[in-house]
């Protein structure tokens, strides 16, 4: 019974009038003191977006080397990465049987021509009839044509370097048998370039032959400005995409197989830039300023892709809107500002 006066006494407390002229709210804002800050206008540019497409680094001419007859290699000079010119000699194979081959067709032509010239010198007397010596003369150029056979599966006994250029990759080695169709090694030319990439079909018509592309190679840490060499005709069913290969430079650091990208420009867009400065980041989101009757205002934005100091507003902002760049990240919508010029 003795707390009843009590909570008569504050019930009486809170039902009393406010005096006039004072709010049961105060804005926090309005005692704020005046944010001195420098501006900019968001403005509208035109920008040319790229696509990104995989590339791979390659060389301009490359060659599988294999041996076009059966035999034991006897002879293989050249190392992994050994630098080689053209008609070098790679490797040497035995095949004594083509050499043997290659005696008897000797023989079998001497013989054809003694026949040949024999039979010759009795026709002046008539000793003999033309249609000998014209048989005579057949069986002499089919023994001229085996012997010049024979030579050349000879000559393929020894491989030679069809280009200048390094061995990127061998196969077989001294003592293997060597046959027909068979790789012994790779060689490439690794002065001559070119960034190998496969093109969606929806882009395909935006490249022509000669056009300038950025390539980058991050392993290399370069860009370079290549040439669209060589475009495929038609599209592989299965990726839908076709290759299209591009010449770059040659650089001391550029290596075949080395990973790359082909940045291809696609059709101009509007795009909305403010300096990185004006965007705070806010959770999960970002937020900027704007000045709006001489006051700061709060904008919450979608942000895109980064351009030096350049940051795109994709949602959440106009153009024509001044944006608070500096001295904003204490900022309070609703605080008075000064812009300084």
Sequence with gaps: MKTLPALLILTLFFLLPVPHGQSEETS????????????????????????EMVATVEAVEQATIAAKVTGTIIEFPVLLGSRVNKGDILARISAEEISARVLQAQAQLAQAKRNLSREQ???????TTKETVNSLRDMYAVAKATLQEAKSMLDYTVILAPFTGVVTQKIASSGDLATPGTP??????????????AVPESLISLIKGGDQLMVEVPSAQLTLTGTVAEIAPAANPQTRTAPVKI???????????????????VDQAKTLLIPKSAVIP???MDKVF??????????????????????????????????????????????PVTVKQ
């Excluded at 804002?29 to 900019?40: G, I, R, W, Y």
């Excluded at 010449?247 to 420009?265: C, D, M, W």
């Excluded at 006051?295 to 949602?315: C, P, Y």
Aim: no cysteine; hydrophobic share 40%.
């Design 28 to 51: 926090p804002q309005k005692d704020l003191p005046a944010a001195a800050v420098h501006v900019q206008t968001a403005r509208e540019t035109s920008t040319q977006p790229q696509v």
């Design 121 to 127: 010198k009795l026709l002046k007397r008539n000793a």
């Design 184 to 197: 012994l090694l790779k060689l490439e030319n690794d002065t001559q370039l070119q960034a190998v990439t």
């Design 247 to 265: 010449n770059i430079e040659h650089q001391p650091s550029l290596r075949t197989g080395q990973f790359a990208r082909v940045l291809l420009p």
């Design 282 to 284: 806010f959770g999960q």
């Design 290 to 335: 704007v000045v709006e009757d001489g006051k700061a205002r709060l904008r919450l934005v979608r942000t895109g892709s980064q351009s030096g100091n350049q940051i795109e507003i994709l949602a959440g902002l106009s153009a024509g809107e001044q944006v608070i760049i500096d001295n904003n990240s204490l900022l309070i919508s609703g605080q």
